[in-house]
């Protein structure tokens, strides 16, 4: 119950902070009114306005996201090693780790979203109910995959950042 609770509250935290980087864009004044001719005329044109700042801000939004795949991760690691899980419970964690990453975007040209991709491509999104052989978590394209996209969020300000909470 404890860890459904956790999971709910990361799923609003990453749907406010990824809903957040996806603001209106508009070129009319604040008070929603149509701006003036010279205005729109100042303003950028859409081809050329795929805004640097705002795919800076979805890499954010999934660096944040990241951290929490790499906490379940993490978690799980430490559950186990410390013997309060066996193995299987912290495959069950692993593979719920990868359905997370399997949601991050990951389409982009940006060293966030390829390093992304190359996560996703290391451990595949293991579809609930069924059963994996192995996730790919902790592979050597995962360890390479996983360091890329620290180097990439740690560049672009939003470094990665685990949270351990198991334990006595």
């Known amino acids: 119950m404890r860890a459904r609770g956790w999971v709910a509250a990361a799923a609003v935290v990453l749907s406010t902070a990824v809903l957040g980087g996806c603001g209106s864009g508009g070129t009319g004044p604040a008070d929603g009114t149509a701006g003036s001719q010279a205005a729109s005329s100042a303003a950028p044109s859409p081809a050329t306005a795929v805004p640097a700042e705002d795919e800076a801000a979805d890499d954010a939004a999934t ?43 990951s389409g982009g040209d940006s060293a966030v979203q390829t390093a992304v991709a190359d996560l996703q491509a290391a451990a595949p999104a293991v579809a609930v109910g069924t059963f994996a052989e192995s996730t790919g978590v902790g592979s050597p394209e995962w360890s390479q995959a996983q360091a890329d996209l620290g180097d990439a969020c740690e560049a672009l300000g939003t470094p990665l950042t685990i949270a351990p909470f198991t334990g006595g």
Do not use: F, H, K
């Open 63 to 105: 660096c944040v996201a990241s951290s929490d795949v790499m906490t379940i991760v993490e978690n799980a690691d430490l559950g186990l090693a410390d013997g309060r899980m066996a193995e299987p419970e912290r495959d069950g964690w692993y593979e719920l780790a990868t359905r997370v990453l399997g949601r991050l975007p």
